[in-house]
């Protein structure tokens, strides 16, 4: 029943997400300027969550999220989003595909930084994971800017 | 049971066309080293190719390996996946990876037998045993 529930309620607007997935990517950047790398590169994740909860209202042409897509799996939003065959699937050069693959394992030990520190995230990481993200043509978030139709940053 | 013995297939196809690929780079058993785990939920594979020739690469040469491995993968692998929806592929070098702690995982995701897809082998078995 909770999941029926989840699936017809509807939560944040889209147009409050998609000013909150940009927010988050200043913050990492501001973060990133602070040597604060750790919770740069979260902040970063945390605005690519944020797009594909976007995506995935423009594909569903709604203007609320979906309750049932207040997930933070990556991997579960993506493949919601109907992107996860199309992401992998262009054909070489792939690079879009690479830094989404990378950026999708980074993400999965996330939780696991929330209680510890990691000098394995440090400002070279950082650095990566940001390029990885923002900048065109292979950021990761141009190209999911692209797909929902929206304007790319 | 038959969707748990498919993705293992399919595992073992992928990592086949990897061992492939490293052998035509050259590279001995000792080089490199596979992981893979695998999504129960959604029937995706999470591929992890480790290699000392890996280490120190530019941005181009990153793009590069990845291309080339992929190829191999989608040219040998990808028309004998019976149940893997998708698959993701990550290169690392040595220096770049430590085996412990490693993460944790929980359902839905697994880890493939790492011996079965290196010829026997395991990299992590010492790290585990002495942790553990």
Known sequence: ?153 | MALQAGITQDAVNIARAIHHYAKLRGWSQDDYHIFITYNNDFSTLMILVLAKDLDDRDEEQEFKDYDDVMDVIEAQARPKLQVTNYYSLVLRGLKDFAFYPSRHLDPPEYEIDEKLINNGVSWSEPFRSTHR
């Not at chain 1, 529930?5 to 147009?15: D, E, I, Y």
């Not at chain 1, 000013?19 to 740069?40: I, N, Q």
């Open chain 1, 1 to 153: 029943m909770a999941v029926e529930r989840s699936l017809t309620k509807l939560g944040a607007l889209v147009t409050d997400l998609d000013r909150a997935s940009d927010e988050r990517l200043e913050d990492a950047e501001v973060l990133l300027r602070c040597e604060r790398y750790a919770a740069a590169i979260m902040q970063g994740v945390y605005s690519l969550e944020i797009k594909l909860k976007v995506v995935i209202c423009r594909r569903l042409q709604v203007l609320n999220l979906p309750l049932v897509f207040q997930i933070h799996d990556l991997e579960a939003l993506m493949l919601h989003a109907g992107l996860a065959r199309k992401i992998g699937g262009v054909r070489r050069p792939r690079h879009v595909a690479k830094n989404w693959q990378e950026l999708l394992k980074l993400s999965k030990g996330l939780d696991e930084l929330r209680y510890r520190t990691d000098p394995e995230w440090d400002q070279r990481l950082a650095r990566r994971v940001l390029h990885q993200l923002r900048d065109s043509p292979h950021g990761v978030l141009p190209w999911l800017s692209k797909q929902a139709s929206l304007k790319t940053r």
